[in-house]
């Protein structure tokens, strides 16, 4: 298990008071804290390595250069990628899916051919594909959930056909808080010679990831939801696919020669990479990586299963709430309203008691739609929540019962 | 009574409850005795687009006044829109579009003044201003 008082100790802002109370944080599906280490290691960077990476001369670009491309390496590492040039700094899960969708869309989709989600996806892994059919005549198929949260693999292995030319879905839902068995997807996958991109934005903070062992073609995730700065993010793609997708965007940093009759691009990573990117922010996602493996992404795992088992145990026994998704494997999260209040009335009451939970949509319309409900209450876990926050949230559900619905 | 008078006399009541809960009990209270309009108006030229709570407003003339109807699924929403149906209701136009909300700050309501939140109080009350003016320059022309 991990030691919770030395975690907490180790986030200075949760010693925050809001509105005079202290602070209950069950909203790191949305963004999660960060450590003293990295706050520390950003601070530290720009006052003693900072310089634009790659092409200086000098020593501080040395120094710069080595600790993005060390960066590179430690989150090569944390997924256990084949290579650090599989590895793509990105702004974030985003703009992973939105390269993806342009960069492999303008290479291998064509008019008529089927692209897969699921119904649970984020916006952010819907909306990019859409406008990539749009563009090219695809289609976009969707396959639904269940009620409880599932996706049935009879419904994925209907869905396929011989146009198909991708899957993408969400490892873990930030709605609903489902674990996908996104291996037992992209094994049925396989058997048609179907590449798979995963969404892994609420999965790699929460769980020891292996990209090489779920066998997926691209994973994509966020440094803001683990412990890391804003404006970072990943997307791994296996060297074959990322060797034949063209630039997506483009400009200096990415590549080899420019005359005006010709260019030509960079090798992998940097084909990907245009620009300067967040470098600070790629050596904060190292820190809170090695932060988190100094703890233990299985120890990470067993405590948070264990919080969030109570959380929904706790959760379901107040009279009148309804859980979204099921006797699921659940990570993450749970969403659930509770009977004749609205799900804001809930969370700004909440807020006023220093506990912070998201309600609304949480990007996920067609989730919503599936229930037939205008939002939910979400509160959403990480390494440094406790079951006392949890009783908070619990006597805070009972304060909005009584006044919302007496 | 003019919106300025209104918006004192708000402040004034507002100001015997100093804690964030009884002044919440007091605008769920209102959200409870906020009638929905006869009429339906839950359509989607009414609606202010956001995914926290919906609200639909309409606007129209009477004798060179304007009248708000509003509506929305969340209590403390409605209770806003009470308020602010208090204050703007039966206002000319040009008032209505003019106006300083100051009581919206006074009444410690202004954190629910987020630009960011799509139909907050803030895109609430500039979609009321928009129908003043454009009320107020169709009644000008006339």
Known sequence: MIDIDAVRSDFPILNKEVHGKPLVYLDNAATTHKPGVVLDKIIGFYTESYSNIHRGVHYLSDKASAAYEDARETVR???????????IFTRGTTEAVNLVADSFGREFIKKGDEIIIS???????IVPWQLLCQRTGAVLKVILFEDDGSIRMDRLKKGITKKTKLISMVYVSNSLGVVNNVKEVIDIAKEHDIPVMIDGAQAVQHMPIDVRDIGCDFFAFSGHKIYADTGIGVLYGKEKWLDAMPPYQTGGGMIANVNFDKTTYAGLPYKFEAGTGNIVGAVSLATAVEYLQRIGMSNIDAYEHDLIDYAEERIAAVEGVTIYGKNIDRCAAI???????????????????????????HCTEPIMKHYGISGTIRASFALYNTKD?????????????SMLNP | MRINEIQDEIIE????LDDWMDKYEYLIDLGRNFTSPKENIKTEDHA????????????????????????????????MLALLLRVLNGQPPKDVADSDLYFIDKIGLSTNLSPSRANGLASIIKQIKSYASQLNADNSEK
Do not use: P
């Open chain 2, 48 to 79: 202010l687009k956001g995914c926290q709570s919906e609200v639909w407003i309409r606007a129209e003339m009477k004798d060179d006044r304007i009248f708000f109807t509003a509506d929305s699924d969340s209590l403390i929403t409605r209770g």
């Open chain 1, 119 to 125: 119904e649970m996806e984020h916006h952010s892994n």
């Open chain 1, 335 to 361: 969403s659930f309203n509770m009977k004749d209040i609205h799900h804001f009335d809930a969370g700004s009451i909440l807020d006023k008691m220093g506990i912070a939970i998201r309600t609304g949509m």
């Open chain 2, 13 to 16: 009541e507002m100001d015997a």
């Open chain 1, 77 to 87: 590492d944390f997924i256990n990628a084949g290579s650090a040039k599989e590895v």
């Open chain 1, 389 to 401: 926050e949890i009783d908070r949230l619990i006597e805070g559900l009972h304060k909005v019962k």
